[in-house]
T-cell receptor, first 115, second 117 residues
Framework: GQQLNQSPQSMFIQEGEDVSMNCTSS?????WLWYKQDPGEGPVLLIA?????ELTSNGRLTAQFGTTRKDSFLNISASIPSDVGIYFC???????????????FGKGTLLTVNP | DAMVIQNPRYQVTQFGKPVTLSCSQT?????MYWYQQKSSQAPKLLFH???????NEADTPDNFQSRRPNTSFCFLDIRSPGLGDAAMYLC????????????????FGPGTRLTVL
């Protein structure tokens, strides 16, 4: 099935550094979601974006819904060791009928934070 | 106050021995999903229920079945597990796209790690 282009694939950073990752798509979405997955756990929703151009923050996390509706980015400021995990973006086209509920996932960004 | 609960968290089965994984939710959501996730990959949708309506993905093997006896519970049955079915199985729920709604965020459970011996 269709996949999003998520980059980078992995990142190794020092504690305290800022992090940025993004997703791009060849087709538009009207919802962008960012999830974090810890080893052995299910994905946890971090931020949901529902409107083109929307910029939303959740603590040290900030995400934006691109104005073309084909991209989104996630920033993490002042990283800490517990930020370690895999971050997935997911696009969704709600209200389209048929595949109304499907999430199209990126391949994930593996984040490692060195204390 | 867990919202999507999966049991067991770890399941070991033998090659060819049927296994059932369970999911329950306290969100009263209309839609429940089952995903398969293999190592270093994104979750892959197997099927979902909107209320009692079952929707199978075209590439989901017949070996995988599902039941939803009521709003709160959904089961994943693997009739004859093969070694290639070893994976993390994730349950997710969403409210369901109401008429005119433009949001239908999915919430995931903690997953069940299936090992096939």
């Amino acid at each position: 099935g269709q996949q999003l282009n998520q980059s980078p694939q992995s990142m190794f950073i020092q504690e305290g550094e800022d992090v940025s990752m993004n997703c791009t798509s060849s087709s538009i979405f009207n919802t962008w979601l960012w999830y974090k997955q810890d080893p052995g756990e299910g994905p946890v929703l971090l931020i949901a974006l529902y409107k083109a151009g929307e910029l939303t923050s959740n603590g040290r996390l900030t995400a934006q819904f691109g104005t073309t509706r084909k991209d989104s980015f996630l920033n993490i400021s002042a990283s800490i060791p517990s930020d370690v995990g895999i971050y997935f973006c997911a696009g969704q086209l709600v209200g389209s009928g048929g595949s109304n509920y499907k999430l199209t996932f990126g391949k994930g960004t593996l984040l490692t934070v060195n204390p | 106050d867990a919202m999507v609960i999966q049991n067991p968290r770890y399941q070991v089965t033998q090659f060819g021995k049927p296994v059932t994984l369970s999911c329950s939710q306290t969100l009263n959501h209309n839609v429940m999903y089952w995903y398969q996730q293999k190592s270093s990959q994104a979750p892959k949708l197997l099927f979902h229920y909107y209320d009692k309506d079952f929707n199978n993905e075209a590439d989901t093997p017949d070996n995988f079945q599902s039941r939803r006896p009521n709003t709160s519970f959904c089961f994943l049955d693997i009739r004859s597990p093969g070694l290639g079915d070893a994976a993390m199985y994730l349950c997710a729920t969403s409210r369901g796209g109401l008429a005119g709604a433009f949001t239908d965020t999915q919430y995931f459970g903690p997953g069940t790690r299936l090992t096939v011996l």
